[in-house]
């Protein structure tokens, strides 16, 4: 959190304070949290903290996989340091807009009384063109911030316990790892038919250049953004339970779920048998996000939820 800390940033904050009046302020998460004594200093706005994540879970969860024991020491330690911290920030706030209700239990449970709701993130829908839709065939793909320790771990597990059963049946297919901050050692991976492609100029055009999404995710909270902006574009995905947690998806229909090494392959090696399962399951995705998860819908909730606020 003291990484985000920043006197430019606090001097520019000061200034907009100063020179506006604002009714709401939201926290974008709780790395701005160690900002709201400017804002309470400086304007009489309700503070509401938009939570992407319960933080200390996150910590909790890797723990729960780690198997030296000195590193799963040291991460309990910074678990309940978090923990105690996103506790302290509730005195400071006024409401909490989480991202899964999944969230805003966990919220709940930690003593948190005040205005809570469960908001997800929304997308914009958009027509796709048929230039858009080139597929590369028997292709699977992976696409994350790779800074952020939980899709390192998932990849990791992939990579060991998954990829080789999947190369055995299907020697054809092809594995692809994208995004940002990637770690230098999935450069020298040295397996055959997986390419770490690193960052991308445009995500969207390697989401649809690509058939089978994977998001083997093995601790995290929150809502995995990816999830829905590759539902929204039609993919079929693979995604562990935690991976899709907090998404109103379901498994065989919508979105494919898998917990196991075993499962995991055995869902992949199904979508690269059938095309017409892989196309019918990005359909229902499609269908979701634009029913549950469309901006417009999204906007409207989180307005209602501030002017609630307001009136409190």
Same mark, same amino acid.
């Given at each position: 959190? =003291? ?13 907009? *304070? ?21 804002? /309470? ?13 319960? =933080? ?51 919220? $709940?449970? *930690? ?5 809570? $709701? ?12 048929? @230039?858009?839709? &080139? ?41 692809? *790892? ?11 991976? %040295? ?7 690193? /960052?991308?100029?445009?995500? &969207? ?15 995290? @909270?929150?809502?995995?953004? &990816?999830?829905?902006? %590759? ?15 907090? #998404? ?13 090494? $075993? ?6 090696? &199904? ?8 196309? $019918? #399951? ?5 269908? *979701? ?7 417009? /819908? ?8 501030? =002017? ?5």
């Amino acid at each position: 959190i =003291e990484r985000f800390i920043s006197i430019d940033f606090t001097k520019k904050l000061q200034l907009i *304070l100063e020179e506006n009046s604002f009714d709401i302020v939201i926290i974008e998460s709780l790395f701005v949290t160690p900002y709201i004594p400017t804002i /309470k200093a400086l304007s009489k706005a309700k503070i509401v903290l938009r939570a992407h994540n319960v =933080e200390h879970k996150i910590w909790e969860r890797i723990s729960l996989n780690t198997k030296n024991p000195i590193k799963k020491r040291y991460i309990n330690l910074l678990a309940k340091r978090l923990m105690k911290y996103e506790i302290k920030v509730f005195d400071q706030i006024d409401g909490i807009a989480a991202m899964t209700s999944v969230d805003e239990n966990s919220f $709940k449970e *930690l003593g948190f009384t005040k205005n809570t $709701k469960a908001i997800p993130t929304g997308y914009m829908i958009k027509s796709l063109s048929p @230039s858009q839709l &080139k597929v590369e065939e028997n292709s699977i793909f992976h696409i994350a911030s790779m800074d952020w320790l939980p899709n390192v771990e998932g990849i990791n597990w992939f990579l060991e316990k998954v990829w080789g059963e999947i190369q055995i049946s299907h020697p054809n297919s092809k594995l692809y *790892l994208a995004g940002r901050e990637m770690p230098d050692t999935f450069y020298n991976l %040295g397996l055959k038919n997986v390419t770490t492609v690193g /960052k991308v100029k445009s995500a &969207k055009a390697f989401y649809l250049s690509k058939k089978i999404m994977i998001v083997p995710v093995l601790s995290g @909270s929150g809502m995995r953004i &990816k999830i829905i902006e %590759g539902m929204a574009l039609g993919k079929v995905i693979i995604s562990t339970s935690i991976g899709a947690e907090g #998404i109103k998806c379901a498994s065989g229909i919508n979105i494919l779920i898998a917990d196991t090494p $075993k499962d995991f392959a055995k869902a992949i090696c &199904k979508c690269l048998e059938s095309p017409e399962f892989c196309e $019918k #399951i990005g359909e229902n995705a499609r269908n *979701l996000i634009a029913t549950e998860y469309s901006n417009d /819908k999204i906007s409207k909730k989180m307005i209602t939820f501030f =002017e609630e606020l307001k009136l409190s």
